[in-house]
């Protein structure tokens, strides 16, 4: 089955600085990239995705590539936030189904 | 106010009892999911159910059984509880149950098993 992996277990920024979430994935048929968020004491929201029939997708200070030959793809915040501050899970699932395979989330702290 | 309801929000359980995770939800979807997140383990499918018929299974299982009363609860019971069943629990919902959909996540039910 899918695995997806998150290179980042932990990253702390800089309040303004750019955050980089990386994921790798090893099912060539997936072909949807979800990316959800869970703040301290919340539950998972969704925040962005990507489908592979695009390298790139952004919103607002959001940005999600997609790299299908490494079998890659990131997330990019811009100008980072306190209200920033979260676990960021990543995750891909097939066309075929509705099956979503989730990596072990990153904590991103963003310092004041 | 939470769309979507899990209860309890903590439950302790001693080896070989028997719990019910309750999920309830009020955003008019019709599919809904259950997801397990395991110490040091990503967040793991299990079941899907779509118009309150299971649509996926992947928890090998037969201790770990959906019910669906009503379209919009999906609770799950669990036999014969363990350690290792020891995580917590997240129901999700979506619109259709489709592919490529995105999901809402109730808060989780924590699960320790002693």
């Known amino acids: 089955g899918e695995k997806v992996e998150q290179h980042e277990s932990t990253l702390s920024v800089r309040e303004g600085d750019s955050a980089v979430i990386n994921c790798t994935y090893t099912d060539t048929a997936s072909s949807y990239f979800p990316w959800y968020k869970q703040e301290a004491g919340k539950s998972l929201h969704f925040v962005i995705d990507?489908?592979?029939?695009?390298d790139r997708k952004q919103s607002q200070r959001l940005i999600v590539l997609l790299d299908k030959k490494a079998k890659r793809f990131s997330l990019h915040i811009t100008a980072t936030q306190p209200e920033d501050s979260a676990i960021y899970f990543c995750a891909a699932s097939r066309n075929s189904n509705n099956r979503i395979f989730f990596g072990d989330g990153t904590q991103l702290v963003v310092k004041p | 106010d939470p769309k979507i309801i899990q209860k309890p929000k903590y439950l302790v359980a001693v080896t070989g009892s028997e719990k019910i995770l309750i999920c309830e939800q009020y955003l008019g979807h019709n599919a809904m999911y259950w997801y397990r997140q395991s110490a040091k383990k990503p967040l793991e499918f299990m079941f899907s159910y779509s118009y309150q018929k299971l649509m996926d299974n992947q928890t090998a299982s037969s201790r770990f059984q959906p019910q669906s009363s009503k379209k919009n609860h999906l609770d799950l019971q669990i036999t014969a509880l363990k350690p290792d069943d020891s995580a917590t629990y997240f129901c999700a919902s979506s619109q259709e149950g489709g592919t490529n959909e995105r999901l809402f996540f109730g808060h989780g039910t924590k699960l320790s098993v002693l």
């Open positions: 990507i489908r592979s029939n695009v």
